[in-house]
C-alpha cells in the first residue's frame, strides 16, 4: 500500500477574493476557498471526507474499499481514484441497471480499477450498506466500508479542517462559510469547527427540506451529547432548481458567466447552486453589510463532462 502522507498533508486550498458588484455595493466581501484545487482527480469536499477514512482503513489493516453511490456520482469516482493512488482494491455498488450504465463517470471508475456492481434505487435508498452488502451476496468482512456519499463521522473531521485552514490563511474568522448540501456531511463538519460569531449556511440541491434533520443526526452521532454546541447553522432550502441534479438554462447562464469573469468553473449539481445561491443571497440583503464570506467549492467538476455529454455541451 503507498503511503497516504501525501493525503493527509497536503497544502492548504488557495483561497480566492471574488470581485463583484453584487457584493461591493452591499459592502460584503466574497472569497471561494478552492477546495476543487486540492488534488486533480479526488478533489473538494470528496478529498477531505476520505482523507480520515483512508487513514483508518490503512490502520485496521484494510486493503480493499466499499462504498455506494448513483451513475454519476463524485464520490463513486473519488473512491475509485483514491483506491489507485493508494495502493486499495474497491467495489463500487450503483443504483441502476447495469445494461446501458456507460458514462465518464463509471468509465473513469472502472479505469482506476473499481469493480461495479448494479442495483436497484430503492435497495440502495432502503437498505444500510451492511444490509445491502448481504442482500447482493457480497463478502465485505475483508472491506473497509465507507458510506454513501462518504457521509460519517471521520468525514465530518476532515470537513471541519476548512475552518482552522481559512482562519490560518485569513487572519481571522470569516462571518459566513457556505457550502452546497447533499447527505449533510460537509455543512455538519464546518458547523463542528465554527469558532466565535461564525456561521455556517448549507445550500440544499435536493428538495424535500429533510436535509435539517439529516445534519442534526449526523452531529449527534458524532459528538453525542456536544452537538448541542453546535448550533450557529442553518439551510437554505429554496435554490434546487425542482429537486437533485435538476436545472434551468438561467442556472447554466449563470455558471458559464461566473467562468468567464472569474476563471472558476461550477458544476450543475452542487457547487453552481450554491454560488447562483449566494448571489441571490447577497442581491436581496440576506447578509448584513460589512460581512465577509466564504464559499467552499467542492469540487464534483468531473461530473461535467457527462453532462455535457448528456445536454448538447450548454456548459462551456
Not at 194 to 199: A, F, I, N, P
Request: charge should be negative.
Amino acid at each position: 500500500m503507498k503511503n497516504l502522507d501525501a493525503l493527509l498533508h497536503h497544502p492548504a486550498s488557495p483561497l480566492q477574493l471574488i470581485e463583484h458588484e453584487v457584493f461591493s455595493r452591499s459592502d460584503l466581501r466574497l472569497f471561494v476557498k478552492r477546495d476543487d484545487l486540492l488534488h486533480p482527480l479526488i478533489s473538494g469536499n470528496k478529498w477531505r471526507k476520505l482523507k480520515h477514512n483512508l487513514r483508518e482503513a490503512e490502520r485496521l489493516g484494510y486493503s480493499k474499499l466499499v462504498t455506494f453511490g448513483g451513475a454519476f456520482s463524485n464520490h463513486i469516482a473519488a473512491t475509485a481514484a483514491a483506491g489507485e493512488a493508494f495502493g486499495f482494491s474497491t467495489l463500487g455498488v450503483v443504483s441502476g441497471e447495469e445494461i446501458g450504465a456507460v458514462n465518464p463517470t463509471l468509465s473513469f471508475a472502472r479505469q482506476c480499477g473499481m469493480n461495479l456492481i448494479f442495483t436497484s434505487r430503492a435497495n440502495l435508498r432502503n437498505y444500510s450498506e451492511t444490509e445491502l452488502l448481504k442482500l447482493l451476496e457480497i463478502e465485505h468482512s475483508d472491506a473497509f466500508i465507507l458510506p454513501q456519499g462518504g457521509a460519517n463521522c471521520l468525514a465530518l473531521l476532515g470537513c471541519r479542517e476548512i475552518i482552522s485552514e481559512t482562519v490560518a490563511q485569513h487572519g481571522f474568522a470569516p462571518d459566513y462559510f457556505i457550502t452546497a448540501c447533499g447527505t449533510g456531511a460537509t455543512l455538519a463538519g464546518i458547523a463542528s469547527g465554527l469558532t466565535g460569531e461564525s456561521k455556517a449556511l448549507g445550500i440544499a440541491v435536493l428538495k424535500g427540506g429533510f436535509l435539517n434533520n439529516e445534519v442534526e443526526k449526523l452531529l449527534l452521532e458524532c459528538f453525542g451529547d456536544k452537538a448541542s454546541n453546535f448550533a450557529n447553522w442553518a439551510l437554505q432550502n429554496d435554490f434546487h432548481f425542482g429537486g437533485y441534479a435538476k436545472w434551468t438554462p438561467e442556472l447554466i447562464e449563470f455558471i458559464n458567466d461566473f467562468k468567464k469573469k472569474t476563471g472558476i468553473p461550477l458544476d450543475p449539481i452542487y457547487n453552481g447552486k450554491a454560488f447562483f445561491a449566494t448571489f441571490q443571497l447577497a442581491m436581496q440583503g440576506f447578509f448584513p453589510a460589512g460581512s465577509t464570506i466564504v464559499l467552499v467549492h467542492t469540487g464534483g467538476l468531473q461530473g461535467i463532462v457527462g453532462f455535457n455529454e448528456r445536454f448538447d455541451n450548454i456548459l462551456h
